[in-house]
C-alpha cells in the first residue's frame, strides 16, 4: 500500500515536521509515499514559495524530491473528475491513482472532497482510504500527545485556520474531533479514514 500525499498536506504537515510521522501512523514505509509531480515547482516558484516563504520551502524541497511521483489513474477518470468544479487537475490526479489502487489519500482539500460525491461510484472506491488533515493530526495527537505535537504545529497555525482554533483550546483532540465529524457529514457518502 502507498500513501499518495496532496500539495497542501505535503505542505502543512512538512511546516511542521509531521509527515514521516503521519506516514507511520498510517502504517506506509516513506519509500511507498507519493507526491504529485508540480510539488518541488510550486516550492521554488509557486504559490508555496509565496504562502510559506523561502526559508520554509528550501527545507521542504529535499523531503518533496525524496518522493515518488504519483501513478497515473485510469485517463477517463481524471477528465471526468478534472471536469468537476471544485477539483483542481492535481487532486483529480490524486483521486484517480487512488480509486484505481488500494492506496491512502492524505487529503487537505476540504473543497475537492466535498466534490466527489458527484461522480458515481467514487465514494465507494475510496472508501476509508482518504485520509483528512484532521483524521491525521487527530491520530498524531493520541501517538504524541496534545501538548507533543502543539509544541510542533506552531509554523502551521497561520496557514491553516482548523488547525490554529483546534490547538489554541487546551485539549486540540477534542476540536479536531468535532471538524473532523463535522466533515465527515459533508462528504457523505464519501466514508473518510479514522484511526
Known sequence: MRLLIDSDAFSKLGAAGLLQEAAKVLGVPWSECHRLAALPYMLKKGRFAKKLGPSLCA???????????????????????????????????????????????????????????????????LKRRVVTLEAILLALCTKMGDDHLRSMVGPVLSLDTVIRIAFLDARPAEGLKSYFDAQAKEVAPLVLWSL
Open 59 to 125: 527545507e521542504l524541497l529535499p523531503l518533496a524530491e525524496q518522493l515518488l511521483v504519483v501513478p497515473a489513474g485510469p485517463a477517463e477518470l481524471v477528465e471526468t473528475l478534472t471536469a468537476i468544479p471544485g477539483i483542481d487537475p492535481g487532486e483529480a490526479l490524486l483521486f484517480a491513482a487512488a480509486a484505481n489502487s488500494k492506496d491512502l489519500l492524505l487529503s487537505g482539500d476540504k473543497r475537492a472532497l466535498r466534490s466527489v460525491k458527484e461522480v458515481p461510484g467514487l465514494a465507494e472506491r
